[in-house]
C-alpha cells in the first residue's frame, strides 16, 4: 500500500503527461496508478473484508451519495435534457463565448464518472486500511512531489530564458489538453511547470506553499525551522512564477483566514508572534522588490488589474453566469457531471450536479472539516496536530483557488490533499484511541 501511496502522489502532478505511443487516448501514469489502487483494493477487501469505522459512517455516508448521484447525473442527465445550451467541455470558453453548444452525452461524461468512481474507492480504501506510518508515507510523498514540480518550473524559466530545451514533449504531450506551453502574459513568461495551464500549477505551488507555512509555524527544531522557512521562500517564488492572479489571491485568502483562526488558538503566543515575523518578512521583501526592480509595478499592475479586464477574463465571468442559466434550464438538476464548462469550480459543480449534488459536497466537506478540527485538538502529539493543520490548510487554499477558477472535479493533486488530509484525521483518531487505551491500562494496574 504504501509503495502505491508513493507513486498516486508523485504521479498526480504530471497532468500534462500520457504514456508515450498512445498519445491520442489520453491516458495518463496517474491513471495507470489508480487502476493499480482498484486491484489493491479488490484484493484487500476479499481477504480482509469491508468494514467502516464508526468514526467514519457519516463522511463515508455523504461522500458515497456524493458520488452515486454524480455519477448517475453523467449518463441521465444529458438524456434528460438534450439539446440545451452549455459550454461543452471540448470547446474552448472563449470560442464559446455568446454561442455556447448542445447538451449532448460524451466522453466527458464518461470520463468524469470514472475518475469520481475511482477516487472514491481510493479514499474509502484509505478509511478502511490504517496505517501508523500512513502519514509520514504520504508526507514525504507530497513533499517529493513538490520537489519534482518546482524542479521544473525553475528548469522552465531557464529553459524560456537561454533557450535550453525543455522536455515539454514528454512533460506536456496530452493531446486531449490544451497545453498552454511557454505561455506568455504581456512580455511576461508564465511557468506551468508539469501542469497543463500555469492556473493548475499556481494551486499546487499555493497548497504546497500554505502546507509549508504551517510546518513553519509548528516546529520546534531550529534546523528543521531553517529547512522549512527556505523552502516556503523557493515555494513562493515558484508561484511568483506563474504570473496567476489565481494563485495570488488564494494564497492572501489563506494568509488572511489563518491569521484570524490564530488570534483564537490555543498557541497564540507562539503562533502569533512567528506569523507576525513571517508575513513582516515577506512584506519587507515585496516592499524592497518594488522599490528597487524596475518594472514591477507595470508587472503587478499587468497581472493583478489588466489581466482582469482582458477579453479572457470578461468570457469567463461570463461562462460562470450562463452556469447558472444552465441550472435553471435544468429544473436545478443540473446537466450531468462532465457536461458544462465554466471558469469556476462552484459554478462547475453547480452547473452540472446541481442543487442536490452540491448540497451532498457542502455536507460531506463540512463533515471532514468537523472531524479534522476534533482530530487537531484530540491529537495527543504536536507532529500529529500539525499534520493535521498543515493538510487542511493546504487542502483549504487548493479548494479557495478551485473556487477563484478550476473548473474540473478530476484534479489529482486535489484528490491528494484530501487522501493526506483524511489520513491525517485517521492517525489522529488512532493516536488517542492508544493513549486511552495506555491509561485505563495503568488505571487498572494502580487499582
Known sequence: MNCIIYLITILSVFQGMVIPGIESLGISPFFIAQIAVVLYALV??????????????????????????????????????????????????????????????????????????????????????????????IGRAYVISAIIVLFFSFYQLISILTGIPYPGDYLLNNTSYGIAQDATFGFLPRINSTFTEPSFYAMFVGSFASWLYIRLLNEDNSKRLWAWGSALCIALLGLLLSASSTGYLSMLIFFACHSVVSIFSKNKSTHNKRIFIIISGCALFFAIFYMFVPGTDVILSMILFDKGESESSLHRFAADAYAFTVLENTAYFGAGLGSNRPSSFITFLISNVGIIGMFLILLTTYVLWKMGVQANNAARLKSTSAAVQASGWALFTMLVSKAVAGADLSFPPMWILIIYFISCISHAQAERK??????????GIVA
Do not use: C
Open 44 to 137: 484487500y477487501w476479499r481477504t480482509r473484508g469491508l468494514i467502516i469505522p464508526k468514526e467514519w459512517y457519516w463522511f463515508t455516508f455523504w461522500f458515497t451519495a456524493f458520488v452515486i448521484f454524480s455519477a448517475m447525473s453523467a449518463f441521465v442527465f444529458p438524456f434528460v435534457f438534450q439539446g440545451i445550451h452549455v459550454y461543452v467541455p471540448k470547446g474552448g470558453i472563449d470560442e464559446q463565448y455568446l454561442s455556447p453548444g448542445k447538451l449532448q452525452i460524451s466522453s466527458s461524461n464518461i470520463a468524469q464518472a470514472v475518475f469520481i468512481l475511482l477516487y472514491w474507492l481510493s479514499i474509502i480504501l484509505l478509511v478502511t486500511n490504517k496505517s501508523e506510518n500512513r502519514i509520514k508515507i
Open 434 to 443: 492508544k493513549y486511552r487505551e495506555i491509561n485505563n491500562t495503568s488505571r
